[in-house]
């Protein structure tokens, strides 16, 4: 396949295959998340506590996020790049929530866009949908909601898994491609899973969702201090960075960078 699009999903779940998605805000990082084969590279408004320097999603702007998606999807060759719309661009009104889903993809050259919410945003995801934008939802545990979800918690526990099953039908229904289940009980995301016709993308809700997803910095160890659970650490590029710029920093004060080598 030279370009992942979104029916090559749907049938990687068809042939019980599982995909891989990350987030990405960059040039470099995207072309490297490419090469490596990972199919999905999601845009988040995570780039507000990831990039930007925010303590939460909730900040971030339209405006703030639609460079950084240009930049992602500019730099791949066979990812399907993901635009995620930040809070309070999309809930007003499914108006809005079109209005905004197109300029991610007119100016961001996002290949479709990411929600979050389920039952309550199936008038946005049929109205994108019908204008010719493919969208992604995220249900269970959404940071655009921490304050009003009470923070963070596992969702769909209990009595809640009904409510779960409700909105990932919906959101199916509505017409999204795919929907991401934060923060969810691995057996109610499995049994969610096997009703959906559409690939579900699991962060904390186990290994039975047709796809998983990370952020990039938490999952390669840029990011260090206290982690949730659901995240496992690839690599130590904090370590690695430091080390680095430590080595840099004694070398350029004892004279030992530039040597002759880099001299003209
Ligand atoms: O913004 C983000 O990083 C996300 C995912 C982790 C799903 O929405
Ligand atoms: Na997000």
Known sequence: IRRIRTHHLREMKQRGERFSMLTSYDQLTAQVFDEAGIEVLLVGDSASNNVLGNSTSIPVTVDELLPLTRAVSRSVSRALVVGDLPFGSYQASPEQGYLTAARFMKEGGAHCVKLEGGVEMAPQIERMTR??????????????????????????????????????????????????????????????????????????????????????????????????????????????????????????????????????
């Open 131 to 264: 204008g010719g934008i493919p969208v992604m939802a995220h249900i269970g545990f959404t940071p655009q909601s921490e304050h009003a979800l009470g923070g963070y918690r596992v969702q769909g526990r209990g009595d809640a898994a009904e409510r779960l099953l409700r909105d990932a039908e919906a959101v199916q229904e509505a017409g999204a491609f795919a929907v991401v289940m934060e923060m969810v009980p691995g057996d109610v995301a499995a049994q969610i899973t096997a009703k959906l016709e559409i690939p579900t993308i699991g962060i904390g809700a186990g290994n039975q969702c047709d796809g998983q997803v990370l952020v990039w910095q938490d999952a390669f160890g840029l990011r260090t201090g206290k982690m949730p659970r659901f995240v496992k650490q690839y690599a130590d590029l904090r370590s690695t960075l430091l080390d680095a710029a430590r080595t840099y920093d004694s070398e350029v004060k004892s004279g030992a960078f530039p040597g002759p080598e880099h001299t003209f």
